[in-house]
Structures are given as C-alpha cells and as structure tokens.
Nanobody, 121 residues
Framework: QVQLVESGGGLVQAGGSLRLSCAAS????????MGWFRQAPGKEREFVAA???????YYADSVKGRFTISRDKAGNTVYLQMNSLKPEDTAVYSC???????????????WGQGTQVTVSS
C-alpha cells in the first residue's frame, strides 16, 4: 500500500522557520516528481515546490528565496525547509508524487494527508 506521510507542521511566529518531511513508502518512487502543495481555508490548493528525480527544483513565486525543497538519496523522503514564514503561509501542506506533472496537482498520482502550518503575526 502506497503511503505518503507528512510531519513537521505546527505553530510558529512570523519570521520563524519550520521543516516539513514527507516519507513515501509502498513502492519504488524512482523517476517520480515529489511536490508540495498547500491549501488555506476558503482558497484553492496551490503549488508550493517540487523536485524531480534528477534533482531539479521548482518554486512558486510566493515562496522563492524563502523555501527550499530537497530529497534524500534514496528518493523516498522529501523535505521542505521554510524560512522567514509569513501569516499568509498558513495552510495545510500536502506532499504528492507523480510522474508527469510539476505544477498541476490534478496530475499527481499519490497524496499524503497533510500537515497544518500556522504562522502567527
């Protein structure tokens, strides 16, 4: 059974940092793109960052320079280091795995349950 399990969310003050992790299991994720998306209350899900199997990274403009996505050598765990957090970063953050899409959440194959990130002002 394929599972993606996020951890590392929580409550942080504006300007602070958090590191999210996503552990993927149940199959080989060789060749897969791993992405992070977020959804705030009343808003649509939006792309945050993604990393390809070869290590290429992609970021939403809103997080560029503040967030860093990385992947372990085995390729089954992906991290999102979030620095200089802002109240507008408050959302449920979910990781996803897919083979063809980077920015389109509808084309990812597997999803985690999500982890809440709350940034207080």
């Amino acid at each position: 059974q394929v599972q993606l399990v996020e951890s590392g969310g929580g409550l942080v003050q504006a300007g602070g940092s958090l590191r999210l992790s996503c552990a993927a299991s149940g199959r080989s994720f060789s060749g897969y793109i791993m992405g992070w998306f977020r959804q705030a209350p009343g808003k649509e899900r939006e792309f945050v960052a993604a990393i390809s199997w070869s290590g290429g990274t992609y970021y939403a403009d809103s997080v560029k320079g503040r967030f860093t996505i990385s992947r372990d050598k085995a390729g089954n765990t992906v991290y999102l280091q979030m620095n200089s957090l802002k109240p507008e970063d408050t959302a449920v953050y979910s990781c996803a795995a897919g083979r063809v899409a980077i920015f389109d959440y509808g084309r990812y194959d597997y999803w985690g349950q999500g982890t809440q990130v709350t940034v207080s002002s």
